[in-house]
Every structure is written in structure tokens, then in C-alpha cells.
């Protein structure tokens, strides 16, 4: 068995792989990196992902289009603070994204996602974006 180190160090690799895949446009490397029940509460999409990889890949289909969309993208991700219990973890982190014109946005993100060890390898079971609040709205 890895030590707590190995396995912290393993799924910030699984972190970067999914953004170094989105960045690619690659939908199925992307999925690689996610276990079969895998779901996702992505920045832009208000519903959650669900219902495996089908559902999965009809999201990625209009997620990646709209994304191609909009312009050059580059994303950031900030070292994740990992936990590992057994064969489960959580992931926390913020990412920063750029999309160049024509359709120009941008924001900072915080992420959390949760892996499980299946067959040795770690996979994305959840993944969870929201956008970093600026502030207390006024009372």
C-alpha cells in the first residue's frame, strides 16, 4: 500500500490531469480520470452531471463546444490541499480561468474533488466548482 504522501501527491496528478485534459479538449481522456458513477456540479452548468458516462459525455460535448466558443482558454490551478482516508480523498483548491476574445471571462474558483482508489488507480467520484465569492452581499 502507498504511503499518505504517495497517495496525497497521486491525486494532485489527478487534479492537474483533468485540467491538462479539458485544456486539450479531450473528452475521453478526461473520463479516464473519473470513476463510473462520477458526478459533477460544474461553474456553468446549474444541473448536476449524473447518470454516468452518457451523461457525462453529453455535458463534455456541449461544455467543450460552448468553451471553444468563447475564445483561447487558460487555466490556473493552486496546489491542492489534499486528505486521504484509506481508498477515498478530498481535493481542495482554487483555479483561475481566462478566456481570451470573443468571448472574453474570466474568474477565480473554488474546487473540491473527491477521488477514490479503484483497481490501484485514483478516479474523480465528485466534483464540485463554485465561483469565489467577492464579498458579504449588503444586509
Given at each position: ?94 483555479l483561475e480561468y481566462e478566456f481570451q ?7 477565480r474558483v473554488r474546487i473540491t474533488t ?26
Open positions: 500500500m502507498p504511503s499518505i504522501d504517495q497517495d496525497k501527491r497521486d491525486v494532485v496528478a489527478l487534479v492537474h490531469r483533468i485540467f491538462d485534459s479539458y485544456l486539450q479538449f479531450d473528452p475521453e481522456l478526461l473520463e479516464q480520470c473519473d470513476a463510473p458513477e462520477c458526478t459533477i456540479w460544474d461553474l456553468f452548468e446549474p444541473d448536476l452531471v449524473r447518470g454516468g458516462a452518457a451523461a457525462r459525455a453529453e455535458f463534455r460535448k456541449k461544455d467543450m463546444t460552448e468553451s471553444q466558443q468563447r475564445g483561447p482558454l487558460t487555466i490556473d490551478v493552486e496546489e491542492p490541499v489534499v486528505d486521504v482516508w484509506g481508498d477515498f480523498a478530498v481535493a481542495r483548491y482554487y476574445p470573443p468571448g472574453a471571462l474570466k474568474g473527491v477521488a477514490r482508489r479503484i483497481d490501484g488507480e485514483w478516479r474523480r467520484v465528485h466534483h464540485q466548482e463554485g465561483e469565489v465569492p467577492t464579498g458579504r452581499p449588503p444586509r
